[in-house]
């Protein structure tokens, strides 16, 4: 199966975005083709993205975008720039958010295809009757495997219709791990970022919500991340202040996590009711 983009589109006033306009103004239009250039080798590339961390990948991108080394670090810079955020770059790695989530409904399509002609070939190659009971069963087993797979891609990377205010299942799940991931914090500093749940919530949500449907990441992972790196002694409870540092860390978050619990077995800060705060306890279990 292919394992890549055949084509992506853009907005034809991509130009006039805010974000563009920076581009725009710092780098002129050259930058401008540059950076839709660097959107079309993300998308001709195996799985929509580009190893940087590779020193050959990032020679052949910067030959290919006219910049030197230093040249194409001061570019790929400017575009990870939070403010700017045309870009994504995490462990070396280089995508977007569009191209990511494209790629990710691509590969859903490609996988039921796949499905289906391997379904009709099944068929066309052995007639009825010809077919031993453990092969057909084996082969059904198969199928509905999946059909599985193909149902629970869907639903992870499923859209409300729009004009519709219903958050989607993902949004939800994401707005309560934002929600955890601040009360976590103030049970220890309570005055942390008053009065702003409006606007903080719903930003770190963003990026939650990227790390469930982009990074395949499950909130239960989530969540459970998060209560270990809240705990007060850990080095990571003041070096993860935000939904986009969660992001950015949670593969090193996740082994420290497990090596910490394999090192020193279960550890004292165990998730329950007693160190969720109280109007955050109906969320995450069920009422007895």
Not at 44 to 62: G, H, Q
Not at 163 to 185: A, I, M, R, W
Request: proline letters at 5%; a positive charge.
């Amino acid at each position: 199966m292919k394992d890549n983009l055949p084509f992506f589109s853009h907005d034809n006033n991509a130009r006039r975005h805010p974000k563009m306009k920076a581009l725009i103004a710092e780098y002129g239009y050259e930058g401008y083709g540059r950076f839709w250039a660097l959107n079309e080798r993300i998308a001709e590339s195996p799985n929509a993205y580009i190893d940087i961390s590779k020193k050959v990948n990032k020679l052949d991108l910067a030959q290919e975008l006219s910049f030197n080394g230093e040249e194409l670090d001061k570019f790929l810079s400017f575009l990870a720039d939070p403010e700017i955020d045309l870009i994504n770059i995490t462990e070396g790695k280089i995508t977007t958010d569009r191209i990511s989530e494209l790629y990710s409904k691509v590969v859903v399509s490609r996988e039921y295809e796949r499905d289906k002609k391997q379904r009709q070939r099944g068929n066309g190659d052995c007639p009825e009757g010809n077919m031993g009971e453990s092969d057909t069963e084996y082969n059904r087993i198969e199928r509905e495997k999946n059909k599985n797979r193909i149902k629970q891609k869907e639903k992870k990377g499923k859209e409300i219709p729009e004009g519709s205010d219903e958050p989607s299942f993902s949004e939800k799940q994401s707005l309560e791990l934002s929600t955890l991931l601040l009360t976590s914090h103030r049970k220890e500093i309570p005055d942390f970022l008053s009065g702003k749940d409006k606007s903080v919530i719903p930003k770190w949500a963003s990026d939650i919500d990227k790390l469930i449907r982009i990074d395949q990441k499950s909130p239960e992972t989530i969540r459970e991340v998060i209560l270990w790196a809240k705990i007060p002694d850990n080095f990571w409870f003041a070096n993860i202040m935000s939904g986009k540092k969660l992001r950015e860390k949670f593969e090193t978050l996740y082994g420290q996590m497990k090596m910490k619990r394999r090192s020193t077995g279960p550890p004292p800060h165990k998730i329950s009711r007693d160190n969720i705060p109280a109007d955050q306890v109906s969320k995450y279990f069920k009422q007895e």
